[in-house]
């Protein structure tokens, strides 16, 4: 959905990075990720988080890889050697990455690369994750919590939110972050039926059943 910055603890800067993923630079926005091997010469499918992939992903262009420890990619950088549409789905052509074994062994790799902070949010649906954090979160016209960090995955972003004493991952899609208002310091959310409901739900068993203090039984 977003562009995103690694800078600060927390689509669209995330100072913590999974176990067993490297950390991109501070100064660095994620722009992709390579999802799938297509065909025979080395080609991978992208799954973007640019709304430029045509400008991002021209020939020449390097990128810092996000991958495992264990990857030989670990710490690596590659560059684009050609960048097209086939069949609708946008597949790049790397370096050094000859045939379809080479490109099989950066399936699931995060791409970065480096951009100001001007430039990326100049691009619609791009967000540092400082400017998400502490963002209060609204579902309908209720608060509901608010954004404590970003957890960046290879499926999707998540929102991480506290609500009460509790953390609730909020997938950083449109469908349901319709909204970021960075100026008026909130996002609107539109969550599947039971995932706030659930937690005030358990929330109120957990007042339940606690004891009652300075009341005594009358007759």
Known sequence: MAETDP???????????????????KTQLRVGRLVKAHGLKGAL????????????????AAFTLQVPDTSPWHGKSVTVREFKWMNSHPVVFLEDVEDRTAAEGLVRAILWIDEDEEAAVAEEDAWYDHQLVGLEVIRGK??????????????????????????????????????????????????????????????????????????????
Not at 50 to 56: A, V
Not at 157 to 166: F, K, N, T
Not at 181 to 187: I, L, P, Q
Not at 194 to 219: C, I
């Open 7 to 25: 800078s600060a603890p927390a689509p669209h800067d995330s100072g913590s990075t999974r176990k067993g993923a490297s950390k991109p630079a």
């Open 45 to 60: 499918k992208l799954e973007l988080y640019t709304d430029d992939p045509d400008g991002r992903f021209v020939p020449g």
């Open 142 to 219: 209720e608060a509901v919590g608010r954004v404590i960090r970003v957890d960046h995955l290879p499926a999707q972003d998540l929102l991480i939110v506290r609500s009460g004493e509790r953390e609730i991952l909020v997938p950083f899609v449109k469908a349901i972050v319709p909204d970021v208002d960075v100026a008026a310091g909130r996002v609107v959310v539109t969550p599947p039926d039971g995932l706030f409901e659930d937690l005030a739900a358990d929330e109120e068993s957990e007042d339940e059943a606690l004891p009652s203090e300075g009341r005594t039984a009358e007759d």
